[in-house]
T-cell receptor, first 114, second 110 residues
Framework: NAGVTQTPKFQVLKTGQSMTLQCAQDMNHNSMYWYRQDPGMGLRLIYYSASEGTTDKGEVPNGYNVSRLNKREFSLRLESAAPSQTSVYFC?????????????FGQGTRLTVV | GESVGLHLPTLSVQEGDNSIINCAYSNSASDYFIWYKQESGKGPQFIIDIRSNMDKRQGQRVTVLLNKTVKHLSLQIAATQPGDSAVYFCAENNDYKLSFGAGTTVTVRA
């Protein structure tokens, strides 16, 4: 049982390049979330998917798009990377949006945009 | 959550002492609060939670206190151990979205 798996773990991009961060969970969870973590700022919600087929904006959605490919997978895309998007990105999943005690986080993707 | 007033970004604790980590949350409508622990290079892990109809909850070596009047949370860790060294975040749940505070880095001195 792998839990929440994020790929890649590390990535360096040049300004203007695009890339997709992948997230997959094997716990049959309904809801999935993407956060970014910057020093001294905690985790900020980028986008979330309360259930398969739905996606919604969080606090900081600008510059990102998401796809809930199926129940297992929730990807985050940067169409034109900017240095301000240098951050550590975490994916999380929970069975029920009200049950954050059961939230599982991935190991994170450390992205550097130069 | 946000860090105002009593929040300290870092806390150094002697092994065996008790730790108190404070957090001020921002939304009076939040009804559910959680403390997470994040070790270096890992994602956050659940420690303990509390609902807004409670003011205290205890777990194994941890206690969470909630003061809704001043929108303040605290996490108490008893007999702090080296394995408790980490960043601790408070988080508030509002409308099924979880918002995190800035975090407190706890360092345990041997």
């Amino acid at each position: 049982n792998a839990g929440v798996t994020q790929t890649p773990k590390f990535q360096v991009l040049k300004t203007g390049q695009s890339m997709t961060l992948q997230c997959a969970q094997d716990m049959n969870h309904n809801s999935m979330y993407w956060y970014r973590q910057d020093p001294g700022m905690g985790l900020r919600l980028i986008y979330y998917s309360a259930s398969e087929g739905t996606t919604d904006k969080g606090e900081v959605p600008n510059g990102y798009n998401v796809s809930r490919l199926n129940k297992r997978e929730f990807s985050l895309r940067l169409e034109s990377a900017a240095p301000s998007q240098t951050s550590v990105y975490f994916c999380a999943s929970i069975s029920d949006p009200g049950l954050w005690t059961e939230a599982f986080f991935g190991q994170g993707t450390r992205l550097t945009v130069v | 959550g946000e860090s105002v007033g009593l929040h300290l970004p870092t806390l150094s604790v002697q092994e065996g002492d008790n730790s108190i980590i404070n957090c001020a949350y921002s939304n009076s409508a939040s009804d559910y609060f959680i403390w997470y622990k994040q070790e270096s290079g890992k994602g956050p892990q659940f420690i303990i939670d509390i609902r807004s109809n409670m003011d205290k909850r205890q777990g194994q070596r941890v206690t969470v206190l909630l003061n809704k009047t001043v929108k303040h949370l605290s996490l108490q860790i008893a007999a702090t151990q080296p394995g408790d060294s980490a960043v601790y975040f408070c988080a508030e749940n509002n409308d099924y979205k979880l918002s995190f505070g800035a975090g407190t880095t706890v360092t345990v001195r041997a």
